[in-house]
Each structure stands twice: as structure tokens, then as C-alpha cells.
T-cell receptor
Framework: QQQVKQSPQSLIVQKGGISIINCAYENTAFDYFPWYQQFPGKGPALLIAIRPDVSEKKEGRFTISFNKSAKQFSLHIMDSQPGDSATYFC??????????FGKGTLLTVNP | DGGITQSPKYLFRKEGQNVTLSCEQNLNHDAMYWYRQDPGQGLRLIYYSQIVNDFQKGDIAEGYSVSREKKESFPLTVTSAQKNPTAFYLCASNNDRAYGYTFGSGTRLTVV
């Protein structure tokens, strides 16, 4: 059973554009919703995260939008740069502090 | 600096051999995790441990074994029973206060 569905699988954006990646979850008991960024050959690194008591969180060019009633959250990357080209994973945290990850989105930002 | 150290970065194994991947953390995290990453497959959980001397199977535990004798260490053994072991292996840790995971830099295992 896939608890987190991430889309799209891949995304190509022009430099300066907006990148949007979406995740949908099934269990309402999750209490933490992070996004991870992974460059080739490296481990994922926490990019930004949100708790379910807020609807939006912004850190620089990165914003998480959270819709609790729809059980969806998304990552928006404003003014996308070639250096943002990476794989992005959403995740949800359950009651035992274990994260369940989406399958990832490969983002390519063309110069 | 605190973090997770995985070693080696690259590992080559002959078919039929067992191999052990190292994961050490100095973050004082209680929980540690092993993931396998294949292209297009995302992160698949192999094993996890939330306390010393205890661990649970993840989604793809067959052909793998782990131990958790120390809080800082969570080695993963890829046994000869694992049919397709070539992959990128990631170790992670967290605790109830850390919320998210800290990941190591990974070990790329290739069976030759």
C-alpha cells in the first residue's frame, strides 16, 4: 500500500520558472511533512518541512503549501535555477517517527 | 561536526559473497534506518532500529541482515541470498526530537 503518491515523476523547467511538485497521502495521523533534495551520488538532505497546523511555509525560493482537508502538500520552487536540478522526495512521518517517502521527482532546470 | 558516516563509498562484491556496509552516527539519535535506492524506485526501507539491541524488518528485508549492538552503529550485511544487490544504499537516523532524518552519503554496491 503506497501511503504517499508523488507527482510528476520528472519535470523540466526553464531557468527563472516555477517548479511545482505534488504529494498526496492517505493517513490523517501523520504529523510532519518534509521535502528532501538529493544530488547524484549523495544522500538526501532536508530542504524544507511543515507541520499540519500551518497551511504554508516559505524559506527563500522554496515554499510548501499544505492542504489538510485534501491530504495534499506541494513544493514550489520560485525562480528555478540550474543548481536546483536534483531529485526531490516528499515524506510523511507517522506515530513511530518513521518517515515514508514518495518515489521522487527528477527536476531538470534548463539554462 | 555531528553526522552520519557510511563506508565504504564504493564496494564491489563477487556473486555468492556476503558484504557488510558500515553506518556510524555521532548525533546521539536513537533510531537508525537502512534504505535501498534504485533508479526510478525511490527509497525503499530495508531495516530499522529504534533502540539498541532491537530492530525491525522494513519493506524489502529479504537477503539482508543487521545488528544494533551500540547506539552509534547500525551495520548492514548484504547476504548471498539477496538476488539483486547492486544498488545505492543509504543509512539515516533520527529521534523523537529531530523530526526529519539525517542521511549518510551512501554506499554504492556493485556485484561483479
Amino acid at each position: 500500500q503506497q501511503q504517499v503518491k508523488q507527482s510528476p515523476q520528472s519535470l523540466i523547467v526553464q531557468k527563472g520558472g516555477i517548479s511545482i511538485i505534488n504529494c498526496a497521502y492517505e493517513n490523517t495521523a501523520f504529523d510532519y511533512f518534509p521535502w528532501y533534495q538529493q544530488f547524484p551520488g549523495k544522500g538526501p538532505a532536508l530542504l524544507i518541512a511543515i507541520r499540519p497546523d500551518v497551511s504554508e511555509k516559505k524559506e527563500g525560493r522554496f515554499t510548501i503549501s499544505f492542504n489538510k482537508s485534501a491530504k495534499q502538500f506541494s513544493l514550489h520552487i520560485m525562480d528555478s535555477q540550474p543548481g536546483d536540478s536534483a531529485t526531490y522526495f516528499c515524506a510523511v512521518r507517522g506515530s513511530n517517527y518513521k518517515l515514508t517517502f514518495g518515489k521522487g521527482t527528477l527536476l531538470t532546470v534548463n539554462p | 561536526d555531528g553526522g552520519i558516516t557510511q563506508s565504504p563509498k564504493y564496494l564491489f562484491r563477487k556473486e555468492g559473497q556476503n558484504v557488510t556496509l558500515s553506518c556510524e552516527q555521532n548525533l546521539n539519535h536513537d533510531a537508525m534506518y537502512w534504505y535501498r535506492q534504485d533508479p526510478g524506485q525511490g527509497l525503499r526501507l530495508i531495516y530499522y532500529s529504534q533502540i539498541v539491541n532491537d530492530f525491525q524488518k522494513g519493506d524489502i528485508a529479504e537477503g539482508y541482515s543487521v545488528s544494533r549492538e551500540k547506539k552509534e552503529s547500525f551495520p548492514l550485511t548484504v547476504t548471498s541470498a539477496q538476488k539483486n544487490p547492486t544498488a545505492f544504499y543509504l543509512c539515516a537516523s533520527n529521534n523523537d526530537r529531530a523530526y526529519g532524518y539525517t542521511f549518510g552519503s551512501g554506499t554504492r554496491l556493485t556485484v561483479v
